[in-house]
């Protein structure tokens, strides 16, 4: 029993050691256990408020039309003879486009001067009845009753030669129709009847002319967005804070267009079925990039406020209808501070109140921001300004 006993301890001892080799950092074999290290403080994403001159500005998106555009119809009915131009090509006010076949215009021109002819002749017949009658009234030779007819006829006769005559100018009117002229100096389209074509007059579009420069961006905003919008811009104009021009137009392609624009209309009343009123703005093209038909973004200055604070709005909070942002103060304690939020800036808020130059704001990492918790703060770019989407009433 004692030689067992040994064994047993020394096997002991043996497993003892192994277990010290293999987890020393675990246990102190011949010590006592040693604290775990605390972990290191949460990593959040911050900006230094920088206070900057910020404009506000909301942003709608327009179709784009020209500023005249003409469908071409021709006023007389006939065969297209002749087609004057090329599609696409730029065209001067009163160029000649199309001609219709003038044969039957000509034959209406005839006729209506045979018809100038027929009423002259009779004409000359009452007036030499009246030159006859005349003479003869003192002595009581034909009865007045003859002569006041015969006067009476030569009076008619003289206004059917005007209104034969008048059928000449009409005639001759819509010969010169014949010509479908350029009302406009701009680009015309493809021709919608090609020569041989039959047009009937007022309904047979032959063509369209635009003009090209300047062109036209037709939007709609909300009632209430046109009521805050126009105060604050009357206000900022007055005081000279906003361009002349407050209008920018960004393309399908999101590129900005180089020329800004600005407002020359507003319709009459709101839409009664959306609700919305019809804004138009002017915008330069003299390189005939815009095109009718294409949709372009309007971004519209409406104020530009002076030392302006801005944070992205992730970085904002809400509980309870209230909004708060989190602050790194010194030694990388965080502080909940509320904050008043003024216009939506892009994806950024205006702050009025609860923030200073200077303050650190947490932007990247909120939740891990709780209050009174040491973090480790690292800088963020700077968030470019923004221009805004709508104001906030």
């Known amino acids: 029993m004692s030689q067992s006993s040994g064994l047993g301890s020394r096997r002991a001892a043996r497993m003892a050691a192994w277990i010290c080799a293999l987890a020393p950092l675990l246990t102190a074999c011949d010590g006592p256990a040693v604290a775990p290290a ?47 131009f090329r599609p696409g090509q730029m065209v001067k006010q009163g160029a000649p486009l199309f001609v219709i076949d003038t044969r039957s215009l000509d034959s209406a021109i005839a006729e209506a001067q045979s018809g100038v002819l027929e009423a002259e002749a009779a004409l000359q017949r009452a007036r030499q009845d009246v030159e006859r009658y005349k003479p003869l009234l003192p002595d009581d030779a034909i009865p007045r009753q003859v002569y006041e007819q015969a006067v009476s006829a030569e009076k008619q006769a003289q206004s059917v030669v005007e209104s034969r005559r008048e059928a000449v100018n009409r ?21 919608k009847v090609e020569v041989g074509g039959l047009a009937t007059a007022g309904q047979t579009v032959l063509a369209t002319v635009s003009t090209l420069d300047p062109m036209l961006v037709y939007v709609s905003i909300a009632e209430s967005d046109y009521i805050a919008y126009t105060r604050r811009y009357q206000t900022a104009s007055r005081s000279g804070r906003v361009p002349a021009q407050p209008v920018q137009l960004f393309l399908a392609d999101g590129s900005v267009y180089g020329l800004p624009g600005k407002f ?34 309007l971004r519209v200055t409406y104020d530009v406020a002076e030392n302006a604070i801005v ?36 994806d950024q808020w ?44």
């Open 311 to 346: 944070v992205p709005q992730k970085a904002v909070t809400e509980l309870l209808g209230r909004s708060f942002v989190s602050v790194v103060g010194e030694g990388g304690k965080v502080e909940q501070r509320p904050v008043k939020t003024g216009d939506r800036v892009g």
């Open 38 to 84: 605390p972990p290191p403080p949460p990593e959040v994403g911050v900006i230094q408020v920088t206070p900057r001159t910020q404009p506000l500005t909301f942003e709608v998106i327009g179709d784009i039309r020209a500023y005249q555009e003409v469908e071409l119809r021709p006023r007389v009915s006939g065969v297209v003879e002749k087609q004057l």
């Open 171 to 191: 005639a001759r009117i819509d010969r010169s129709f014949a010509e479908v002229r350029a009302p406009v100096t701009g680009q015309i389209g493809l021709q």
């Open 350 to 393: 205006l702050i009025t109140d609860g923030l200073r130059a200077g303050d650190t704001v947490v932007v990247e990492g909120v939740q891990k921001a709780r209050p009174g918790t040491v973090v480790k703060a690292l800088p963020l770019a700077a968030a470019p300004a923004a221009a805004g989407l709508v104001n906030k009433p």
């Open 264 to 297: 020359d209309f507003a319709d009459r009343a709101i839409n009664p079925t959306t609700g919305t009123l019809t804004l138009r703005a002017v915008v330069p093209n003299p390189d005939d990039l815009l095109r009718p038909g294409m949709t372009g973004r």
